[in-house]
């Protein structure tokens, strides 16, 4: 079955950096788009940045210029660096599947906090 690991969480200082990573398994991953997404406390989940299969990316307007998402077809993973991390970055972050429009396979999730 399909299976998306998240890892590279953790507790970071303002102004650090994480990055997370996502390894695939159980699916063809060059034909899906792969994004990741957060869900920090009391809020709803949302999309942080994702890439297309041709590798075009989008990002959140609140982590536009300090995240990066890259993937790599040939270990069928993808990333997300993250930059100048804000304690406003606090979530857990799951790595997600997209084909046809549809976001249909999730990570666990990991967890980011950027703290003192």
């Known amino acids: 079955q399909v299976q998306l690991v998240e890892s590279g969480g953790g507790l970071v200082q303002p102004g650090g950096s994480l990055r997370l990573s996502c390894a695939a398994s159980g699916m063809i991953f060059r034909f899906y788009t792969m994004g990741w997404y957060r869900q920090g406390p009391g809020k709803q989940r949302e999309l942080v940045a994702a890439i297309t299969t041709g590798g075009s990316t989008n990002y959140a307007e609140s982590v536009q210029g300090r995240f990066t998402i890259s993937r790599d077809n040939a270990k069928n993973t993808v990333y997300l660096q993250m930059n100048s991390l804000k304690p406003e970055d606090t979530a857990v972050y799951y790595c997600?599947?997209?084909?046809?429009?549809?976001?249909?396979?999730w990570g666990q999730g990991t967890q980011v906090t950027v703290s003192s």
């Open positions: 997600a599947a997209n084909i046809a429009g549809s976001w249909i396979h």
